[in-house]
């Protein structure tokens, strides 16, 4: 019986990692190694933190978690790795699955995701964020010509500005209060206002005014941060009335209502790792931590602006 070793969020503000067998593989299922998980940075330091409110933790449960919030919690979402058994036609594949951190863990098959031809695994964790950045952009497509600006630089805001930039006539703004942020998007900061579409991202208070204050006439904010227990003001007074400015959601739990009649979250994930497939959609996500070392660097990759937008481990002998 093999055994595997995974990363839990013990209580806010406390992790380690834990060692137990696996169970026999059940029919179906696969089983894979590791090589590379992403942090998602804005998720999972709500859940460190125990910021999750109590009436959204059924809602925030992350595919194939163990334990409940706000912990003990095995969580996490970017999992990348290759296929050791249950399969004989697929041995060896690499794939992308929804999984916490776990250097070998089992699935349903139809749950481990094939990397499409040319994309490093090192590169396949953004598959979640891209596809997130996917679901807002069928929640407001841009428009050829439009005025747009992206309020926060993290992984999704980097996703969409790779998306967004490939658009004709777009004119495309960056906002981050991190150099490092900016120096990554090498977009224009300075706005002149007046957007035809802005995507906040932040998840701070100050980030949401700030978007709604560069909106134009008509214009629509998309909201893609996830507040916890935090309830940040909203600036509704000012212009926000006579701009007749629309504040919008977007959540990636569901595809976008305008692409549910021909995409379910399955085909969302794969379109996300096709087009990661080409450079150009693709972020330099630096170099790995190694997962014995993710319980001492975890706090540091949560909360360091200098941090990779997605920090990336490594398993094994993976390169770092």
């Not at 004119?171 to 035809?196: H, K, M, T, V």
């Not at 629509?220 to 007749?244: C, I």
Request: proline share 9%; hydrophobic share 45%.
């Amino acid at each position: 019986m093999a055994d595997a070793v995974s990363f839990w969020i013990a209580a806010p503000h406390r992790v380690d990692l834990r060692r137990a067998p696996l169970p026999a593989l059940a029919p179906g299922h696969v089983r894979v190694q590791t090589i590379y998980s992403g942090i998602s940075r804005g998720t999972e330091r709500l859940v460190h933190s125990g910021g999750v409110p109590p009436n959204e933790y059924s809602r925030m449960r992350a595919p194939f978690q163990a334990g409940e919030l706000p912990g003990p919690v095995k969580y996490g979402y970017c999992a990348v790795g290759r296929i050791v058994a249950g399969d004989a036609a697929r041995s060896d594949e690499r794939v992308f699955v929804l999984h916490p951190h776990q250097d070998l863990f089992d699935v349903p098959g139809d749950a481990a995701l094939a990397l499409p031809a040319g994309l490093p695994a090192r590169a396949a964790p953004l598959a979640a964020h891209l596809e997130t950045a996917i679901n807002a952009l069928w929640d407001q497509p841009p428009r050829i010509g439009d005025r747009i600006a992206i309020v926060g630089l993290g992984a999704v805001g980097l996703c969409l500005a790779k998306l967004i930039a490939a658009i004709p006539g777009i004119e495309l703004f960056g906002i981050d209060p991190s150099p490092q942020a900016r120096a990554r998007a090498n977009l224009p900061q300075a706005c002149p206002g007046g957007c035809n579409l802005v995507f906040h991202t932040s998840g701070s208070e100050a980030g949401l005014a700030q978007a709604i204050d560069l909106a134009g006439f008509e214009a629509t904010v998309v909201e893609l941060s996830w507040y916890g227990l935090r309830e940040p003001r909203v600036p509704l007074g000012g212009a926000f009335h006579s701009q007749r400015l629309t504040l919008a959601a977007s959540q990636v739990g569901m595809p976008a209502p305008a692409r549910r009649a021909t995409h379910t979250r399955k085909t969302r994930l794969e379109l996300a790792l096709r087009l990661l497939a080409d450079p150009a959609n693709r972020l330099d996500l630096g170099a790995a931590t190694r997962f014995e070392d993710l319980p001492d660097r975890y706090s540091h990759l949560l909360d360091d602006p200098a941090a990779s937008p997605l920090p990336l481990v490594a398993y094994g002998d993976s390169d770092v």
